[in-house]
């Protein structure tokens, strides 16, 4: 079975850093596009990045260009989201979720739980 798991989340302050996975099971992340999307109190869902298929990064937001990064361990069949310069907006719930060959927001097929970002004093 297709299963993802956020994981990472917590309290930072602002500025700070922190580093989400997105352990995969079920399927071989090498093989997918993975996207990483957010989701603020009373907001409507929004993509973050993504990493395809074949390594290229894409960002679906740009308030998050130069801040944020994703990587893949194809050993560990994980996903990375490396996150930098907090700011209290990035508070959200973060999930990643399974996509095809290119990062494309609407082919996203199979979603994790989620893992809660909160960026505060």
């Known amino acids: 079975q297709v299963q993802l798991v956020e994981s990472g989340g917590g309290l930072v302050q602002p500025g700070g850093s922190l580093r989400l996975s997105c352990a995969a099971s079920g399927f071989t992340v090498a093989d997918y596009a993975i996207g990483w999307f957010r989701q603020a109190p009373g907001k409507e869902r929004e993509g973050v990045m993504c990493i395809s298929r074949f390594g290229g990064r894409v960002y679906y937001q740009d308030s998050v260009k130069g801040r944020f990064t994703t990587s893949r361990d194809n050993g560990k069949n994980t996903v990375y989201l490396q996150m930098s310069s907090l700011k209290p907006e990035d508070t959200a719930v973060y999930y990643c979720?399974?996509?095809?060959?290119?990062?494309?927001?609407?082919?996203?097929?199979?979603w994790g739980q989620g893992t809660q970002v909160t960026v505060s004093s």
């Open positions: 979720a399974r996509g095809q060959d290119l990062c494309i927001r609407s082919q996203h097929d199979y």
